[in-house]
């Protein structure tokens, strides 16, 4: 089972976000970055299917600028055989189309059995990267994955649906699949990992980047009309402030 | 038509956010001077055409294939992609459901038209319309415009527009056929099916206490039970909880959790991100703990506390215990 997991660098769920002055991207400069959430698991999924198989090779790919090569190092720490890094401006760039596309001329060579990505990217929220490359690779496609099974030329998924449903589809291979988070556990880098990811492969590439088919025109905080009222204080004229406003205004005690 | 209302099925009903659709599409429509239509496809496309000639629509469009008489990504992507070749509209509206998010980015990637997801407004600038799109998990909105020409598919987030404004009208209903046949469908589903519930209702509770990854570790959550035993309210919490297996997923708040709408739901170091959100913004008064003044949680909460809630929580308990 030949497996590409690709994983993005975000911003952290607790990272600063400023915004540059001409609103056209955040502040790179000033964002702590991490591994997408999703894509964490999705790569956890990828290297326990070539455990329990008992071979294969799992790649971490990953698109975007150098700083980048630290999540594909975190990947390949974890587990990841080798990686390849496709090197590209990504600062203000929206468009999974383009960037599907870059992945799939990447992957196409390759022949992978399965694709994994995240559900979706913690920055852009497009939830839509790996299905576009599925369907440019002609590959079968899965999206919000809670479960996986691979055998007889298959993998079983089981699909989140809304409001707590489940259904299991089964998919022919090769498939691009996206993974929802919660459905493993994910592991940490071993010491013994570090020092091996060193020695692995990162191929990089670097396509001309391809004319959008969307743009951002700026980015902003979001303005609301709600009228919040602030408690303030120290933690006990806080506390007092609540079960005051618990008794008295929303009346629930 | 200009513009193309992908409805989807909810047993035999048009999903909730298909009527916001209806709503997008008529606004799009008011300000652009774009006509409209609609599509219905599936088991139910007859009841489904019925109710939608009730709205103020061009016409509805009915596909009628034994490949979409139950939902799998091929045969709908298929589907759509070609009424979208015949009927040639310039913009594709679905609701962002699960459904959407499954297929919708297999018709952008068969007709290398761009997909805009997630939006919450529409806007026109100059005859060209621009969508506001949430990112970073809500924090952060975007201005974005589709390049070249049509069609362009566009999804808007649940509640970015109300159903009630959906304007009824009367439409009339026209077969649509496609072209499919059963090799393109490369996938088997199984019935739908729910987990144990586990024997936590929180739909009818008065009072929800919820937990997000702010608690910061499982051994934290006991905190939170103490302080919802205080209060007499029922223990929740954001999906990286139960994520992390602190709590089971019987607890969780959100899209793809329970929908609550409490007397009071105090949200204690969650961000606000939308998937929990729709959740929860039915709750009549909405408390919210977070270090961080900037959550998008602030911007529906009726009570901010801008607090550690590892601090807060012991504290509140024994307030309420006194
Ligand atoms: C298809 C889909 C479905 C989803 N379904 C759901 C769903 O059903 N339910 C759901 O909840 N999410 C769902 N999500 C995930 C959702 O997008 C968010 O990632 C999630 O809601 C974030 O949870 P959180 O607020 O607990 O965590 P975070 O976003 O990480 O926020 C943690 C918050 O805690 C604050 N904090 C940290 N430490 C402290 C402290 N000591 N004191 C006070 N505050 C603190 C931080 O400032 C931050 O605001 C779904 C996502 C997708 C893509
Ligand atoms: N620049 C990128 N580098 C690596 N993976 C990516 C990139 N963009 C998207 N992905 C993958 O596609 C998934 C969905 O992204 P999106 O469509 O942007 O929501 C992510 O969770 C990643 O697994």
Redesign the interface.
């Known amino acids: 089972m030949k497996i590409a997991v690709l994983v993005k660098q975000v911003?952290g769920?607790?990272s600063p976000?400023p915004?540059q002055p001409d609103q056209s991207w955040?502040d790179e400069g000033a964002v702590a970055y991490m591994m997408n959430?999703s894509d964490n698991y999705a790569l956890e999924e990828a290297l326990k299917i070539r455990e329990v198989n008992g071979e294969g090779e799992v790649v971490a790919v990953s698109l975007g600028p150098d700083r980048i090569q630290k999540v594909i190092r975190e990947a390949l720490a974890k587990g990841a055989d080798r990686a390849i890094h496709i090197q590209m401006e990504t600062a203000g760039a929206?468009?999974?189309?383009s960037t599907?596309g870059l992945f799939a001329d990447a992957l196409r060579e390759e022949n992978f059995d399965l694709i994994f990505t995240g559900l979706q990217s913690?920055?852009?929220?497009?939830?839509?990267t790996g299905?576009?490359i599925?369907?440019?690779l002609g590959m079968?496609?899965?999206?919000?994955a809670m479960a996986t099974e691979v055998g007889d030329g298959k993998i079983k998924v089981k699909?989140?649906?809304?409001?707590?449903?489940?259904?299991?589809?089964?998919?022919?291979l090769p498939a691009s699949v996206s993974i929802?988070?919660?459905l493993n556990?994910p592991r940490y880098p071993s010491l013994k990992g570090i020092m091996g990811a060193k020695k692995k492969e990162i191929k990089v590439v670097t396509p001309s980047s391809p004319?959008?088919?969307?743009?951002?025109?700026?980015?902003?905080?979001?303005q609301?009309d709600?009228q919040?009222?602030?408690?303030?204080g120290s933690?006990?004229q806080?506390?007092?402030k609540?079960?005051e406003?618990?008794r008295n205004?929303?009346?629930?005690? | 038509m200009d513009i193309l209302i992908v409805l989807e099925d909810n047993n035999g009903k048009i999903h909730r956010m298909g009527l916001e659709s209806i709503a997008a599409a008529q606004q799009m429509a008011g300000d652009l001077g774009l006509t409209t239509g609609a599509l219905v496809m599936g088991a139910h496309g007859d009841a489904l055409a019925e109710e939608a000639s009730g709205f103020n629509i061009g016409e509805v469009l009915k596909v009628n294939s034994e490949y979409v008489a139950s939902y799998s990504s091929d045969g709908y992507a298929e589907a759509v992609k070609q009424v979208i070749e015949q009927e040639n509209p310039n913009y594709v509206i679905f609701g962002h459901t699960y459904q959407v998010r499954d297929y919708a980015p297999k018709v952008s990637a068969k007709l290398m038209k761009p997909f805009l997801v997630d939006n919450v407004a529409v806007r026109s600038n100059n005859g060209k319309p621009v969508f506001t799109k949430l990112m970073f998990n809500g924090k952060l909105f975007s201005d974005v415009h589709a390049n070249g020409d049509g069609p362009f598919l566009i999804s808007f987030q649940s509640a970015a527009f109300s159903s009630d404004k959906a304007e009824s009208g009367s439409a009339d209903v026209r077969d649509c056929s496609v072209n499919i046949d059963a090799s393109m469908i490369r996938t088997e589903s199984e019935s739908p099916f729910q987990e144990e519930a586990g024997g936590v209702d929180l739909t009818s509770a008065n009072i929800i206490v919820a937990i997000g990854r702010g608690i910061g570790k499982e051994e934290n959550v006991p905190l939170a039970q103490d302080l919802a035993k205080a209060i007499g309210g029922e223990l929740a919490s954001s999906r990286p909880v139960v994520d992390a297996g602190w709590l089971p997923s019987a607890h969780q708040v959100g899209s793809s959790g329970q929908s609550v709408s409490p007397k009071m739901y105090l949200a204690l170091g969650i961000s606000g991100a939308i998937q929990h959100v729709v959740g929860m913004k039915g709750s009549k008064n909405i408390v919210a703990i977070n270090k961080d003044s900037e959550a998008p949680i602030f911007e529906i909460a009726d009570y901010g506390v801008v607090g550690d809630v590892l601090e807060i929580i012991p504290k509140l308990t024994e307030a309420l215990n006194e």
């Open positions: 911003p769920a607790e976000l915004i955040v959430e929206i468009d999974p189309l599907a913690d920055d852009l929220g497009m939830g839509q299905i576009i599925g369907e440019i079968s496609t899965a999206s919000l699909r989140e649906l809304e409001a707590g449903w489940f259904q299991w589809v089964s998919l022919s929802q988070s919660g556990t004319d959008p088919t969307q743009s951002l025109e700026k980015v902003y905080v979001p609301s709600k919040t009222v602030m408690i303030e933690a006990d806080i506390v007092g609540l079960v406003t618990f205004n929303i009346k629930v005690l």
